[in-house]
């Protein structure tokens, strides 16, 4: 489903990712963990564009990502991305963002989009906020909104870059919960988090991430039990 192939990223003279090369199947859920500064969020936007790297190359479905001619309207409709910051419209409710995309860009009626998108609602647990502004929203309650619009467009693949990072404490349990409950739904997942009993209990495989490179991979088991490099035993022992 998704081939990467030796990735390299510069932003002025920094490499940020070196060499990184990876296959991810269709349905797997992958978390990315690993420092802070280490690639992650910046691997997660070559997946879909919204960063190009100098050489090297991606492959996500039918789609040449790294290829200029591809069009990345087209590929974006199939890749949702939900970010730290939620990113929601505030001048529109929750059901207006949700239905946005689908009614403008994938040409939905609106009596579709709407039905869609209170199915969305329910589906996060926030249908009785239909009608809401994001303002009206606490962080958890929009960061579940964000998710809801990112699957209006039902994409086959969807990237979370830390989506917790930006929540109160008491917040962050009911949108683990609302992305655990997408897992193996028939969509692959990419989840950048530093939430590592989530990581554990979700991912088919993690991928460990440090200086730019995908230091490691491997099942939650083997790389929270038995991590093979010295560099995932450090950073593990200061955040398990
Ligand atoms: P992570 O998500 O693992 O914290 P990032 O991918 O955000 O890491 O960043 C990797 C490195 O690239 C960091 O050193 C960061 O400062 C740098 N970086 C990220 N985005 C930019 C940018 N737009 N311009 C310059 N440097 C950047
Ligand atoms: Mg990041």
Redesign the pocket.
């Known amino acids: 489903m998704i081939r990467v192939k030796n990735l390299n990223k510069f932003?002025?003279e920094?490499q940020?990712l070196k060499d990184v090369s990876c296959e991810i199947q269709d349905n797997e859920v992958i978390c990315v963990i690993?420092?802070?500064?280490?690639?992650?969020?910046?691997?997660?936007?070559c997946l879909n564009a919204l960063?190009k790297a100098q050489s090297g190359t991606v492959e996500l479905n039918k789609y040449q990502v790294t290829d200029p001619q591809t069009d990345l309207n087209s590929l974006r409709s199939h890749v949702g991305m939900v970010f730290q910051r939620f990113n929601l419209f505030p001048h529109m409710t929750a059901l207006q963002n949700i239905r946005l995309a689908p009614e403008k860009v994938a040409g939905k009626s609106a009596a579709e989009g709407e039905k869609q998108a209170r199915e969305l609602l329910k589906r996060v647990g926030l249908e009785e906020k239909a009608d809401a502004y994001p303002n009206e929203l606490s962080g958890g309650q929009q960061q579940r909104v964000a998710i809801a619009r990112a699957l209006a467009m039902n994409p086959q693949v969807i990237l979370f870059?830390?989506p917790t990072s930006a929540l109160d404490p008491e917040m962050v349990g009911e949108v683990l919960d609302v992305i655990k409950s997408l897992a193996h739904h028939g969509r692959t997942m990419i989840v950048?988090t530093h939430e590592m009993g989530f990581a554990r209990q979700v991912s088919d495989r993690i991928f460990f991430?440090d200086e730019?490179q995908i230091v490691e991979t491997g099942t939650p088991a083997e790389i929270f039990d038995h991590p093979k490099t010295e560099r995932a035993r450090t950073f593990l022992s200061k955040v398990l």
């Open positions: 932003f002025g920094k940020v690993g420092p802070s500064g280490s690639g992650k969020s910046t691997f997660l936007r960063e870059d830390e950048v991430m730019g």
